[in-house]
């Protein structure tokens, strides 16, 4: 058996028991992003051979090359990198999500740029729950402002919610970050009448934790392709 075949497995496996282990299974499914960055297109073309659709992505010149090459199949592009204004152009043209809006100005942009004609572009508001001062995201004291105007800009579907919390060892101390971010999006769905449904959290290391307080989407990239190989 292939080795991209037994990792992909191995997830399922993972994500499969960490659903029983929370009585998720029926109720809330949870969807896997492939983190595809700093890998070669051979390895989404095999992934996408056995399945998988949705594959995130972080730099937008890498991005567009494997988008272009890649044009015959119906993938699913996330981008989930730092995002500078002067790509978000691109972004909005070759995305159908973006994981990582973490400013006004780059949402407006987004909005802007979307064609009007297209559906419209999913993305979810980057919170640095952690409150770290060197990780991007919205502070918990700006979002509620930040939200109020996101959510009336056009072109745009505010889906949720995503965040990197900073690394803990242990399960538990690990579901602390997640469950914030869960209670931040039902907080802000109430407070403005929304209706978010996307909380992207989880990678590699952490998935099990994040799926325990109700991820719907988890980014993984190394357990699935490997180390990063550029
Ligand atoms: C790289 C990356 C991932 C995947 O991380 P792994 O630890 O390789 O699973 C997930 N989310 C974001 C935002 C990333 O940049």
Redesign the pocket.
């Given at each position: 058996m292939s080795n991209i075949k037994k990792r992909f497995d191995h997830i399922k496996q993972r994500i499969d028991q960490a659903l029983e282990s929370n009585e998720r299974l029926l109720t809330n499914p949870v969807s896997l992003?492939a983190?595809s960055?700093?890998h070669p297109r051979e390895k989404i073309q095999a992934l996408y051979d056995l399945g998988q659709r949705d594959f995130?992505e972080?730099y937008v010149q890498e991005a567009l090359e494997k988008i272009r090459q890649l044009s015959h199949l119906d993938i699913i592009w996330h981008f989930?990198?730092p995002i500078q204004s002067n790509k978000t152009r691109q972004i909005a043209r070759h995305f159908q999500w973006v994981?990582?809006v973490d400013r006004l100005k780059i949402a407006r942009r987004l909005s802007t740029q979307h064609s009007e004609n297209a559906l419209p572009l999913n993305i979810c508001l980057q919170i640095n729950i952690s409150q770290e001062t060197q990780k991007s995201g919205f502070s918990l004291l700006e979002i509620n402002a930040a939200v109020k105007e996101i959510m009336t800009l056009p072109n745009l579907a505010l889906r949720g919610l995503?965040a990197?919390p900073k690394a803990e060892p242990t399960i538990d101390r690990q579901r602390i970050a997640f469950r914030q971010l869960k209670q931040l999006m039902q907080q802000l769905n109430q407070t403005h009448n929304l209706n978010m449904d996307t909380l992207s959290m989880g990678?590699?290391?952490d998935?099990e934790a994040a799926i325990a307080e109700d991820a719907t989407i988890i980014?993984?990239?190394?357990?699935?392709?490997g180390a990063?190989e550029y």
């Open positions: 992003l983190v960055k700093r995130g972080s989930i990198g994981h990582s995503m990197i990678m590699s290391n998935l980014r993984v990239g190394t357990a699935l392709f990063r």
